[in-house]
T-cell receptor, first 113, second 111 residues
Framework: EAQVTQNPRYLITVTGKKLTVTCSQNMNHEYMSWYRQDPGLGLRQIYY???????DKGDVPEGYKVSRKEKRNFPLILESPSPNQTSLYFC????????????FGNGTRLTVT | DAKTTQPNSMESNEEEPVHLPCNHSTISGTDYIHWYRQLPSQGPEYVIHGLTSNVNNRMASLAIAEDRKSSTLILHRATLRDAAVYYCIRLNAGNNRKLIWGLGTSLAVNP
């Protein structure tokens, strides 16, 4: 089954403790992206990647890092999480064609205390 | 502003058609209109997209106004499973594939 898999689904952590949210897709997609979703603000793009070893900032990249060493994986790294990074995170992927639909994972709900 | 304008919420009855409006009065000639929906506790799901002509697929139809300043997503027969937040989004074909998301329309479907 074609899918985007995020782990974990839920995560509670404390300020300053480094964490990684994993994202993997099995559709051989070139494009991958991370979003955060907050009430009243909608989905905002954090980082995106057009292909392996090619990443770029989205609208809200501060406090986040990503890497794209393999085509299928696009982990989101929070080196020193803060409470304002408490949010619902989504990973998405699509093929290289401009209008290709984005396929989303089921989300990771992160709470930073 | 690149965001689109949609009603906050709409309501429909099961088995009836639903017309979800979207205003994108500042759209440029190369912008596509994409629709996604988000069911509770899930990630967004692609519904349909178009540029100028009306489009149909197995999920819905998309009617785009002649001046392209508005569009309407049509669900031909609403089911309870169609209850979701529907997002109308502009995509500039020359951009970095970034979709600029608004807050969408929350659709309730009554049995």
């Amino acid at each position: 089954e074609a899918q985007v898999t995020q782990n974990p689904r839920y995560l509670i952590t404390v300020t300053g403790k480094k964490l990684t949210v994993t994202c993997s897709q099995n559709m051989n997609h070139e494009y991958m992206s991370w979003y955060r979703q907050d009430p009243g603000l909608g989905l905002r793009q954090i980082y995106y990647s057009m292909n392996v070893e090619v990443t770029d900032k989205g609208d809200v990249p501060e406090g986040y890092k990503v890497s794209r060493k393999e085509k299928r994986n696009f982990p989101l790294i929070l080196e020193s999480p803060s409470p304002n990074q408490t949010s619902l995170y989504f990973c998405a992927s699509s093929s290289a064609q401009v209008n290709s639909p984005l396929h989303f994972g089921n989300g990771t709900r992160l709470t930073v205390t | 502003d690149a965001k689109t304008t949609q009603p906050n919420s709409m309501e429909s009855n099961e088995e009836e058609p639903v017309h979800l409006p979207c205003n994108h009065s500042t759209i440029s000639g190369t912008d596509y209109i994409h629709w996604y929906r988000q069911l509770p506790s899930q990630g967004p799901e692609y519904v349909i997209h178009g540029l100028t002509s009306n489009v149909n697929n197995r999920m819905a139809s998309l009617a785009i106004a002649e001046d392209r300043k508005s569009s309407t997503l049509i669900l031909h027969r609403a089911t309870l499973r169609d209850a979701a937040v529907y997002y109308c989004i502009r995509l500039n074909a020359g951009n970095n594939r970034k979709l600029i998301w608004g807050l969408g329309t929350s659709l309730a479907v009554n049995p």
